[in-house]
């Protein structure tokens, strides 16, 4: 590798990768146990559409606003540790050096050698010295709050999407068969492209989700018969 070349790793996915996983597994699991359960209470098709396109908007809306909450208090966080960290830089420079050093210290490098790093990291840029090995803040795990909020709602929809297709597909007496196996599928494979994707080992994530999954809409289909035989 040239010593421009920049090398690129699979963390500086992991702001949007976390939000599409999310929300494909919530879109697939959550309509498909609405629309599951709705089926086995005995109402009709067009019952079980209705339910699984409501659940597809409210959860999409569900999804993007909370996604967006959720990483807009995290950037909040950080901007507020960044700016008391600039105020301790401007008046108290000595101390913050020997801050970064002892952290290096710690990791292994030898004191003086520490307090030389620490120095010349902090002459290139000493609020992202500290950012970085004090706070923990970096651009590669810093997950912006729309693009969150917008692969949220997109990969719901996405997911949610298919166990309505499947119902719309399928004979009003095989339609729990079908929306259940169809989920459970395209799960399992959503476990593999997500693992894929982060560079982690296909298997455990597959059968992890698929069963979540499953049990999910068993729990729901019960539920819904039971409520069906008495009502």
């Keep these: 590798m ?11 996915r992991i702001g949007w990768l976390r939000a599409a996983v999310l929300g494909a597994n919530d879109g697939i699991i959550s309509t498909a146990s609405l629309m599951v359960g709705v089926a086995s209470a005995a ?21 993007a606003a ?11 966080t950080e901007r507020a540790d960044l700016a008391r960290e600039k105020r301790e830089l401007a008046t108290d ?3 913050e050096v020997k801050e970064l050093a002892a952290i290096y210290a710690e990791r292994g490098v030898e004191p003086t050698l520490s307090i030389q790093v620490a120095e010349q990291l902090m002459v290139r840029d000493a609020l992202a010295a500290h950012a970085r090995d004090e706070l923990g803040i970096s651009d590669a795990i810093s997950a ?16 949610a999407i298919l166990p309505i297709l499947a119902a719309l597909i399928a004979p009003r007496d095989i339609l729990v068969p079908a929306v259940f196996g169809v989920s459970l599928v395209v799960l399992a494979l959503l476990g593999a492209v997500g693992a894929r994707a982060g560079g982690a080992e296909m298997f455990k994530p597959m059968v992890r989700v698929a069963v979540w999954g499953a049990i999910a809409m068993a729990v729901t289909a019960g ?9």
């Design 144 to 159: 912006n709050p729309i693009q969150a909020a917008l692969t949220s709602a997109a990969t719901f929809a996405a997911g």
């Design 43 to 63: 109402t009709s098709s067009s019952a079980v559409l209705v339910t699984g396109i409501a659940g597809l908007v409210a959860g999409s809306m569900s999804m």
């Design 93 to 95: 420079h000595d101390a």
């Design 2 to 12: 040239s010593r421009h070349q920049v090398e690129h790793h699979l963390i500086n």
């Design 223 to 231: 539920i819904g018969a039971l409520i069906g035989k008495s009502v």
């Design 66 to 76: 909370g996604e967006y909450v959720s990483v807009s208090s995290q950037a909040d």
